[in-house]
């Protein structure tokens, strides 16, 4: 199977920090990885995908600043939640597209970020 | 532009009751691809099913099965005899695209299955 990993699976932080979330495909190369936010009792929201050695495309509404994306290799990608704020509270889940794979995303278990 | 809605926002049903969970979406392209995932209390969504556009049969997978109406743009998701460990929250989702970008996901349905 195609196995997705998160790391950390929570973080709790103080407001102004920064947060480092990552995304590894760890059985599969990764053409493009994508970054979902969930708020509770929400959906998942498309925040931005990502493609390896590119730059990020993010939806309308994110702030490229505020969340950096990084997809230095083929089985990581990196989400930054820079100087963080308690809106920024929420479930962040990845997921990655195995390469050569047609529509098909694996998700990655998520990782709860909780900023005081 | 593509929605999907999930009309159903919770349900609740006894153990061993069958539930039906409604999926409605839009798009206007004719390739697509149609999804359900299930995502329990610990947050990890678990893929149950992917159909595209073209194959319109339904499938069955134990006491799961799947309802695909391309006439009524509607893709419903059925448990039979559902069990408490069924409980969790149902994404429908849609895509658009070949290369698994431009997912939407529906809003969602919280199913509570008690014992």
């Known amino acids: 199977g195609a196995v997705v990993s998160q790391h950390p699976s929570r973080v709790i932080c103080k407001s102004g920090t920064s947060v480092k979330i990552e995304c590894r495909s760890l059985d599969f190369q990764a053409t493009t990885m994508f970054w979902y936010r969930q708020f509770p009792k929400q959906s998942l929201m498309l925040m931005a995908t990502?493609?390896?050695?590119?730059?990020?495309?993010?939806e309308q509404g994110v702030e490229k600043d505020k969340f950096l994306i990084n997809h230095a290799s083929l089985t990581l990608s990196t989400l930054t939640v820079t100087s963080a704020h308690p809106e920024d509270s929420s479930f962040y889940i990845c997921?990655?597209?195995?390469?050569?794979?047609?529509?098909?995303?694996?998700f990655g278990p998520g990782t709860r970020l909780t900023v005081l | 532009a593509q929605k999907v809605t999930q009309a159903q926002t919770e349900i609740s049903v006894v153990e061993k009751e069958d539930v039906t969970l409604d999926c409605v979406y839009e798009?206007?392209?004719?390739?697509?691809?149609l999804f359900w995932y299930k995502q329990p209390p610990s947050g990890e969504l678990v893929f149950l099913i992917r159909?595209?556009?073209?194959?319109?049969q339904n499938e069955i997978s134990g006491r799961y099965s799947w309802n695909f109406q391309k006439s009524t743009s509607s893709f419903n998701f059925t448990i039979t005899a559902s069990q408490v460990v069924d409980s969790a929250v149902y994404f429908c989702?849609?895509?658009?695209?070949?290369?698994?970008?431009?997912?939407?996901f529906g809003p969602g349905t919280r199913l509570s299955v008690l014992p």
């Open positions: 989702a849609l895509s658009e695209d070949n290369y698994g970008q431009n997912f939407v």
């Open positions: 997921s990655a597209q195995r390469r050569g794979g047609i529509n098909e995303q694996f």
């Open positions: 990502s493609n390896e050695g590119s730059k990020a495309t993010y």
């Open positions: 159909r595209n556009s073209f194959d319109e």
């Open positions: 798009t206007r392209d004719t390739t697509y691809y």
